[in-house]
């Protein structure tokens, strides 16, 4: 068979998505709310690189929905699996309440025992090297449950550098409960700036980095973008030592970025 007679493959069948509960519901900032989630659905939930990500779908009504063979999947948003306790069956999400969102205005109307479905097979992530002396965090609100699973990750002994943009000194959190890490915090509400932009301009402003740093970078898209081509320009750095994920795009809905700046 030639190339151009090559059978089509049949399409991949992504699991359905599983069903699970919110069991808790604690607000964390002004702006943050941490959801428990429990339920069958997390029988098969598989153990989470540090800074994965899986969906969450929206459905008004049951699901699937009775009578209909291979229905659509419900529209869905990415969220960290920040905690996931395999013996409580018991998974944390952490929602910044941005403003008008499918999934920002789900979060603050949820109620303890409303139903969520979830992939169960968290996807990316971020394995920091071995032998990595200091890592360089640069992240917005949305990827602080990200960034606290990243250093919680790392070996003892690996330098942590922070800096974190969210809204006001009220939105500061601990990027971890067990980490001590102490974040340069950006605040967006001085001068109501661009999301991402007091991120770019603390990058532009570094003199240096610690010497053989690795840099995870998690924000809005084009911040992201921006950030990492300054970082390429002016520190040489390898690809193998950057790591960028642009987690929203200002004004879009759903934003999926695939610009992982690899070649
Ligand atoms: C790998 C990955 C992991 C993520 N983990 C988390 C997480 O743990 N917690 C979390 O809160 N978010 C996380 N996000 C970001 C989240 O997926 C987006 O913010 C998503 O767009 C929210 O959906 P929504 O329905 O609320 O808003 P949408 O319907 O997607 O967007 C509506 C409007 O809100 C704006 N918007 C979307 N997100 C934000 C934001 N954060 N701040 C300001 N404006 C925004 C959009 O530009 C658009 O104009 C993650 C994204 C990725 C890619």
């Not at 920091?128 to 990750?153: F, K, R, T």
């Amino acid at each position: 068979m030639s190339v151009s007679q090559v059978a089509p493959q049949p399409k991949k069948q992504r699991p359905p998505p599983k069903p699970v509960a919110v069991a808790s519901i604690e607000r964390v900032t002004p702006g943050v709310l941490r959801i428990a989630f429990v339920g069958a659905g997390l029988d098969a939930f598989a153990q989470a690189r540090p800074g994965a990500h899986m969906k969450l779908f929206f459905t008004a009504g049951e699901w699937p929905p009775a009578g209909i063979e291979n229905p659509p999947r419900p529209p869905s948003r990415t969220y960290t699996p920040r905690r996931y306790d395999a013996a409580a069956s018991r998974l944390e999400v952490e929602f910044v309440m941005h403003g008008a969102g499918l999934a920002s205005d789900w979060a603050a109307q949820a109620k303890v025992g409303d139903p969520m479905l979830i992939s169960a097979s968290p996807g990316g992530g971020y394995q920091a090297p071995e032998g990595i002396s200091h890592l360089v965090i640069i992240a917005d609100d949305s990827a602080l449950p990200a960034a606290g699973m990243v250093i919680e990750s790392l070996p003892s002994g690996v330098g942590v550098t922070a800096i974190c943009e969210v809204e006001n000194a009220a939105e500061e959190r601990p990027l971890s409960p067990r980490v001590n890490c102490a974040p340069r915090w950006l605040h967006r509400e001085t001068g109501n700036a661009r999301p991402g932009s007091l991120l770019e301009t603390a990058v532009a402003g570094m003199a240096t980095l610690p010497a053989d740093a690795h840099v995870w970078v998690a924000c809005e898209a084009a911040a992201m973008r921006h950030i990492r081509d300054n970082l390429a320009a002016r520190f040489n750095l390898p690809r193998a030592r950057l790591h960028t994920r642009g987690y929203w795009k200002f004004g879009d809905q759903n934003y999926p970025d695939h610009d992982y700046g690899e070649d």
